[in-house]
């Protein structure tokens, strides 16, 4: 690539193991995507605070550090890509990525390194591992010597189904240089308090930033409370309750229903969770959308001036879908889709259609497609093969309809039934506008633009063909 590197089979590091992806480091930062879509990591060059090489079994890992203190491990680099992106990154970033060493010795003493949201633990000078302080729920005081981490356990299906770690202590004596104390505050407390200070956890059960009560939630089905804590969002309902970590949020989609009391908001997961043999990827909340609410914020005056000042007021009052999605982007960092450009034939965001057997509404989205309510369907733009438009021959009312359909690279097909045909215009125009590759009415041949596929359309069965082309 002349504006970077691209791999396509890197690996991204976690607690619950790891993920296979393609790698992209341009000149603008770095981009990741798992294999098969889903979870993806954006990098700007202007949020990288440091980065680091480190030779691990069978390859290279790069340590990817941001000003927001979080910390991406990448594995799967050659001895030749290390050399090639060194110098890319001298040349376009304008830093060169430190060198660090892995400890093998099997030694299990050392120094304890708290920076951004990592803990390093070094035997020497080598790394011997890393803890990600945002995986940490608790941690608690076992005696005067030992402090104890407890590791977030949630219902998604990556925790479910992989080895996880649960929890660790570390012994430090009162001996310890690096972590000074007295009698009434032994070294271990001082370690304690510095990795609370900056996981953002407590010494118990983490109480609740925000709750909304009774909030009607589609998929899966039912009225749950849902609870916003600093690093996951609780779901509590009279049969299920469901615990997610925000690492597990990919994107959160805010979408009005037009001319309809109510508004959409879709928390996006992987992995999933699970409800007996059901996986839900999307979480799809409806919301009344002229209700308004008033809130505080319940977290301590200190964690918030240091951590959320610049992300959320301490007191929110308007619209309930409005706060509920405000507050949770200040907590998670998840990046928020609203509608974009398209309007309907009524100025709404989406059209009416069915998919297999459900009724709902399509959004035609900037980067995507999204099929509401049931079943949540989310395809990419950068996904689709092609898309077709069909026409309805039938006599009587199917001629005032059309379907949709939307093929994928994988040769997925999903089939959009029942399209008011006064949306024809608006959505093939849509379409066209992306780059989409348009297959003709029943051949195999690409569209030159929408006249050649309205004017294919049978003028004796369309009542609305001189409105369309106007």
């Known amino acids: 690539?002349?504006?970077?590197?691209?791999?396509?089979?890197?690996?991204?590091?976690?607690?619950?193991?790891?993920?296979?992806?393609?790698?992209?480091?341009?000149?603008?930062?770095?981009?990741?995507?798992?294999?098969?879509?889903?979870k993806a990591v954006e990098v700007d060059k202007s949020d990288l605070l440091g980065l680091t090489w480190m030779k691990v079994p069978r390859s290279n890992q790069l340590g990817v550090r941001t000003k927001d203190g979080l910390h991406y491990k990448f594995?799967?680099?050659?001895?030749?890509?290390?050399?090639?992106?060194?110098?890319?990154?001298?040349?376009?970033?304008?830093?060169?990525?430190?060198e660090k060493q892995l400890s093998v010795s099997g030694k299990n003493w050392g120094e304890v390194d708290l920076n951004g949201n990592t803990l390093t633990f070094l035997v020497g000078s080598k790394q011997a591992f890393e803890i990600s302080l945002a995986d940490v729920a608790q941690t608690q005081l076992q005696g005067k010597n030992d402090v104890m981490l407890e590791f977030h356990v949630d219902d998604t299906t990556g925790a479910n189904e992989k080895d996880s770690l649960m929890e660790i202590s570390f012994h430090i004596p009162n001996s310890n240089t690096q972590f000074v104390g007295d009698e009434s505050r032994p070294s271990a407390q001082v370690v304690r308090d510095k990795i609370v200070s900056m996981a953002d956890v407590g010494?118990?059960?983490?109480?609740?930033?925000?709750?909304?009560?009774?909030?009607?939630?589609?998929?899966?089905?039912?009225?749950?409370?849902?609870?916003?804590?600093?690093?996951?969002?609780?779901?509590?309902?009279?049969?299920?309750?469901?615990?997610?970590q925000y690492s597990s949020v990919v994107r959160v989609f805010w979408l009005p229903k037009y001319n309809q009391p109510?508004?959409?908001v879709v928390v996006t997961l992987d992995p999933p969770i699970r409800k007996g043999q059901t996986l839900y990827p999307h979480i799809v909340m409806q919301f009344e959308t002229d209700?308004?609410?008033?809130?505080?914020?319940?977290?301590?005056?200190?964690?918030?001036?240091?951590?959320?000042?610049?992300?959320l007021e301490p007191e929110h009052k308007g619209l309930i879908h409005e706060i509920f999605v405000t507050i949770l982007r200040g907590l998670s960092g998840a990046k928020v889709t609203k509608p974009g450009k398209f309007?309907?034939?009524?100025?709404?965001?989406?059209?009416?259609?069915?998919?297999?057997?459900?009724?709902?509404?399509?959004?035609?989205?900037?980067?995507?497609?999204?099929?509401?309510?049931?079943?949540?369907?989310?395809?990419?733009?950068?996904?689709i093969d092609y898309v077709e438009f069909e026409r309805h021959t039938a006599g009587g009312s199917n001629m005032h309809y059309f379907d949709l359909l939307i093929r994928l690279k994988t040769e997925q097909?999903?089939?959009?039934?029942?399209?008011?045909?006064?949306?024809?215009?608006?959505?093939?125009?849509?379409?066209?506008?992306?780059?989409?590759?348009?297959?003709?009415?029943?051949?195999?041949?690409?569209?030159?633009g929408v006249a050649s596929v309205i004017n294919d359309i049978d003028d004796a069965v369309d009542p609305h063909l001189e409105r369309i082309k106007e």
């Open 413 to 448: 097909e999903h089939l959009f039934r029942n399209i008011q045909r006064n949306e024809y215009h608006n959505l093939f125009s849509f379409v066209n506008d992306k780059g989409l590759k348009i297959m003709n009415l029943g051949t195999d041949q690409t569209t030159e």
């Open 203 to 244: 010494a118990g059960g983490e109480e609740a930033v925000v709750t909304f009560d009774g909030i009607a939630i589609l998929t899966p089905r039912g009225r749950y409370n849902v609870e916003l804590h600093l690093s996951f969002l609780r779901l509590q309902g009279q049969a299920n309750d469901f615990k997610i």
């Open 75 to 98: 594995t799967g680099f050659r001895d030749q890509d290390v050399a090639s992106l060194t110098a890319f990154f001298q040349s376009n970033f304008g830093t060169t990525p430190e």
């Open 291 to 311: 209700a308004v609410i008033d809130t505080t914020l319940s977290m301590s005056e200190e964690l918030y001036n240091t951590k959320y000042k610049d992300r």
């Open 262 to 264: 109510h508004t959409f």
């Open 1 to 38: 690539m002349a504006d970077g590197h691209l791999f396509n089979s890197i690996s991204l590091g976690g607690r619950g193991g790891t993920n296979p992806g393609q790698l992209k480091v341009h000149s603008g930062g770095v981009i990741w995507k798992k294999q098969g879509g889903g």
């Open 343 to 383: 309007r309907s034939s009524q100025d709404g965001y989406a059209v009416k259609s069915s998919l297999k057997a459900e009724d709902g509404v399509l959004y035609p989205l900037e980067k995507s497609f999204f099929f509401l309510p049931k079943p949540p369907t989310l395809i990419l733009h950068e996904e």
